[in-house]
C-alpha cells in the first residue's frame, strides 16, 4: 500500500484524476449493466399454454439394450403486441445400453413447422444444454434470458428449470450441437463406457418464435454402439 501511494505521489495530478475518472466510469458501467440486467430478469413471463407430447415407442438397442424419448412437453407464452409467441419443445432420451461399459452415441433432432424461427437468448439459440466436454457439471438455469418484446422490456425471463431437473444422470457424457439448421436442432452426445447406472437420462429443451404456426414439433432420436448396434424412435406433438 505504502509503495502504491508513493507511486501516486509522483505521478501528474491530472494523470492522477484520469485514472480515477476512469475507475469511476468503469465501475458504474459494471454496475450500470447488472442493474440493467437484473431489471429485465425481473419481468417473467408465464407459459399461458403447457401440453404432453406422447412417449415414443420403446426401439430396441442390441440384444438387451433400449432406448425411448419420455416426458416430452410443449408450453407456449401469450402472444405479444406483434403477434409472436415463444414456446419450448423439451424431452428425455433413455437409454439403457445392458452393458454398463459400452459407448452410445446418441442423437436427438428437434423439429418444428415452416416460419418458425429460433428464440434466442442474449448469448445465442435458446438451446438447452449448451455444448460441453462434462455434461454432468453443467448447470441448467431456473430461468432463461429470452429476446422478446412483452411487458415494456426486450429481455424476458422464461422458466426453463421446471421441466429440466438435471441434462444427464451420469458422469463422462459429451455434447455437441449438430450443424445448424433453420427450424432444426440437433443434440449429439457421447456416453463413454463406464459403469453408469442405467437407463442414462439425457434432457433437452429448444425454445422458438411462431407468429402463424401453432406450437408444434416432432422428435426423432438414433443412438448407435461402437458393436455396431442401433435404434431409432420417434414422437410429435402440438399445442393447436
Same mark, same amino acid.
Given at each position: 500500500?505504502?509503495r502504491v501511494l508513493e507511486y501516486l505521489k509522483e505521478m501528474p495530478t491530472l494523470a492522477i484524476a484520469t485514472v480515477l475518472v476512469g475507475l469511476v466510469a468503469t465501475a458504474g458501467a459494471h454496475i450500470v449493466e447488472n442493474l440493467d440486467?437484473?431489471?429485465?430478469?425481473?419481468?417473467?413471463?408465464?407459459?399461458?399454454?403447457?401440453?404432453?407430447?406422447?412417449?415414443?415407442?420403446?426401439?430396441? !438397442?442390441?440384444?438387451?439394450?433400449?432406448?425411448?424419448?419420455?416426458?416430452?412437453? !410443449?408450453?407456449? %407464452?401469450?402472444?405479444?403486441?406483434?403477434?409472436?409467441?415463444?414456446?419450448?419443445?423439451?424431452?428425455? !432420451?433413455?437409454?439403457?445400453?445392458?452393458?454398463?461399459?459400452?459407448?452410445?452415441? &446418441?442423437?436427438? %433432432?428437434?423439429?418444428?413447422?415452416?416460419?418458425?424461427?429460433?428464440?434466442?437468448?442474449?448469448?445465442?439459440?435458446?438451446?438447452? &444444454?449448451?455444448?460441453?466436454?462434462?455434461?454432468?457439471?453443467?448447470?441448467?438455469?431456473?430461468?432463461?434470458?429470452?429476446?422478446?418484446?412483452?411487458?415494456? %422490456?426486450?429481455?424476458?425471463? @422464461?422458466?426453463?428449470?421446471?421441466?429440466? &431437473?438435471?441434462?444427464?444422470?451420469?458422469?463422462?457424457? @459429451?455434447?455437441?450441437?449438430?450443424?445448424?439448421?433453420?427450424?432444426?436442432?440437433?443434440?449429439?452426445?457421447?456416453?463413454?463406457?463406464?459403469?453408469?447406472?442405467? &437407463?442414462?437420462? !439425457?434432457?433437452?429443451a429448444t425454445m422458438f418464435r411462431t407468429n402463424d404456426a401453432a406450437p408444434a414439433a416432432a422428435i426423432s432420436c438414433a443412438v448407435t454402439t461402437v458393436e455396431g448396434a442401433e435404434a431409432r424412435t420417434a414422437t410429435r406433438g402440438s399445442?393447436?
Open positions: 500500500m505504502r440486467l437484473a431489471e429485465s430478469l425481473d419481468e417473467y413471463i408465464e407459459w399461458e399454454e403447457t401440453g404432453p407430447i406422447p412417449d415414443s415407442s420403446p426401439a430396441k !438397442l442390441g440384444r438387451r439394450g433400449e432406448i425411448q424419448i419420455t416426458d416430452a412437453t !410443449l408450453a407456449a %407464452t401469450r402472444a405479444n403486441a406483434s403477434d409472436y409467441r415463444v414456446y419450448r419443445v423439451a424431452a428425455t !432420451l433413455e437409454v439403457t445400453t445392458g452393458e454398463p461399459e459400452r459407448r452410445a452415441n &446418441p442423437t436427438c %433432432t428437434i423439429e418444428v413447422p415452416r416460419n418458425v424461427i429460433f428464440a434466442r437468448t442474449p448469448g445465442g439459440r435458446a438451446v438447452f &444444454p449448451q455444448p460441453s466436454e462434462d455434461l454432468e457439471v453443467q448447470d441448467v438455469p431456473n430461468v432463461a434470458g429470452i429476446e422478446f418484446n412483452a411487458k415494456g %422490456t426486450d429481455l424476458v425471463g @422464461l422458466e426453463v428449470e421446471d421441466v429440466i &431437473p438435471e441434462y444427464t444422470t451420469t458422469a463422462d457424457v @459429451l455434447l455437441e450441437w449438430g450443424p445448424y439448421r433453420a427450424g432444426s436442432q440437433t443434440f449429439e452426445w457421447v456416453i463413454r463406457g463406464g459403469n453408469h447406472e442405467e &437407463p442414462v437420462n !439425457l434432457t433437452f399445442l393447436d
